[in-house]
């Protein structure tokens, strides 16, 4: 049964770290782009960061550039989003997606399984 499951949300203080975990399984992760998004209350759905399925492109919405890293483990079946420097504006639910190809093309209509989510919430 193909999954994703989304893991390592929390609270955390501004200018904190969280790193968040992908874990797909009923398919072979690298055949895949996998992509993150986010969604804040009363907001659209944001996509995040993408990296492809070789790993070798990666790409990140200008809000979390110079903040955020994609990564992406094939033995573990796993890809990583690390979150630092984070801001209020970061609190969301974020959710991995499996992208159509096997390149980025980070847009919801571009995916076609997608995780239950993992709520991140940014406040002192």
């Known amino acids: 049964q193909l999954q994703l499951v989304e893991s390592g949300g929390g609270l955390v203080q501004p200018g904190g770290s969280l790193r968040l975990s992908c874990a797909a399984s009923g398919f072979t992760l690298n055949n895949y782009a996998i992509a993150w998004f986010r969604q804040a209350p009363g907001k659209e759905r944001e996509g995040v960061s993408c990296?492809?399925?070789?790993?070798?492109?990666?790409y990140y919405a200008d809000s979390v550039k110079g903040r955020f890293t994609i990564s992406r483990d094939g033995a573990k079946s796993t890809v990583y989003l690390q979150m630092n420097i984070l801001k209020p504006e970061d609190a969301a639910v974020y959710y991995c997606a499996r992208g159509l190809y096997r390149y980025c093309a980070i847009h919801a209509d571009a995916m076609d399984y997608w995780g239950k989510g993992t709520l991140v919430t940014v406040s002192s």
């Open positions: 990296i492809s399925a070789s790993g070798g492109s990666t």
